[in-house]
C-alpha cells in the first residue's frame, strides 16, 4: 500500500530557540508531506496482519517570527494491523516507529547571519503509534489515531557568526499528535 499525507496547521509547542537555549511555550506553525509505503502480511485464518512500512516525513515550522526549521526523517515501523479487512465494524493497528535517518535545518544563515549552515542531525529513539476505527461501508471510515516521534539530543555543530564559532544542537525532544479522521476509501 502506498499513503501520502499533507499537513498544514498550528500546534501546541514547548521548547527552546537557539538563542541560547530560551525556553518558548505557544503555538508554533506546522506544516509538511509524508511519503509512506506499507507491506502486510496477511495470517491465513486470523484476523491480525503484520505490518512493515517505511516512509519520509518533511516538515517545516517556524518556531519565531525570525527562527524555522526544516526536518527531513526517513522512518521504518513494524506493528500489527487488527480485522483490518473488515467490511464493516471495528478495526485497529498499534506499532513501533524509529527515525532510522535524520537531518534538521536550522536555517543559521537566516536566523544569525552565519556564514555556514550546517545540518543537525536529531538522535534516534523508538515511538509508538496506534489507531482505533470503525468501518461504516466498504467506503467510509471513521478513525482515532496517535503517532509521534522521540529525538535524542543532537549532534553539536560549529556555526561561524561575524568571525566567531559557536556551538548548537537540538535537545532531546518529542512529538505526539493525537487526531480523528473521516477517510473515503477507493
Do not use: C
Not at 145 to 155: A, I, M, Q, V
Not at 157 to 164: D, E, F, H, P, S
Amino acid at each position: 500500500g502506498y499513503n501520502l499525507k499533507f499537513y498544514n496547521g498550528n500546534v501546541d509547542y514547548t521548547g527552546a530557540t537557539l538563542f541560547g537555549g530560551v525556553p518558548i511555550s505557544g503555538e508554533t506553525h506546522y506544516r509538511g508531506l509524508i511519503n509512506e509505503i506499507r507491506a502486510f502480511y496477511r495470517m491465513p485464518q486470523n484476523k491480525v496482519d503484520i505490518l512493515l512500512a517505511g516512509g519520509w516525513d518533511r516538515w517545516e515550522r517556524r518556531l519565531s517570527a525570525v527562527q524555522d526549521e526544516d526536518w527531513n526523517v526517513l522512518y521504518v515501523k513494524l506493528g500489527a494491523e487488527f480485522n483490518a479487512a473488515t467490511r464493516q465494524g471495528i478495526f485497529g493497528g498499534v506499532g513501533l516507529k524509529y527515525p532510522a535517518w535524520t537531518r534538521e535545518n536550522g536555517n543559521f544563515g537566516d536566523v544569525f547571519g552565519a556564514s555556514n549552515n550546517p545540518r543537525l542531525r536529531p538522535g534516534k529513539d523508538f515511538s509508538l503509534y496506534g489507531n482505533v476505527g470503525y468501518r461504516a461501508n466498504a467506503n467510509w471510515d471513521v478513525i482515532a489515531y496517535y503517532d509521534g516521534y522521540r529525538f535524542k539530543e543532537s549532534n553539536v555543530v560549529a556555526v561561524n557568526i561575524g568571525g566567531a564559532t559557536f556551538g548548537f544542537f537540538q535537545p532531546k525532544s518529542r512529538m505526539d499528535v493525537f487526531g480523528m479522521k473521516v477517510q473515503y476509501n477507493f
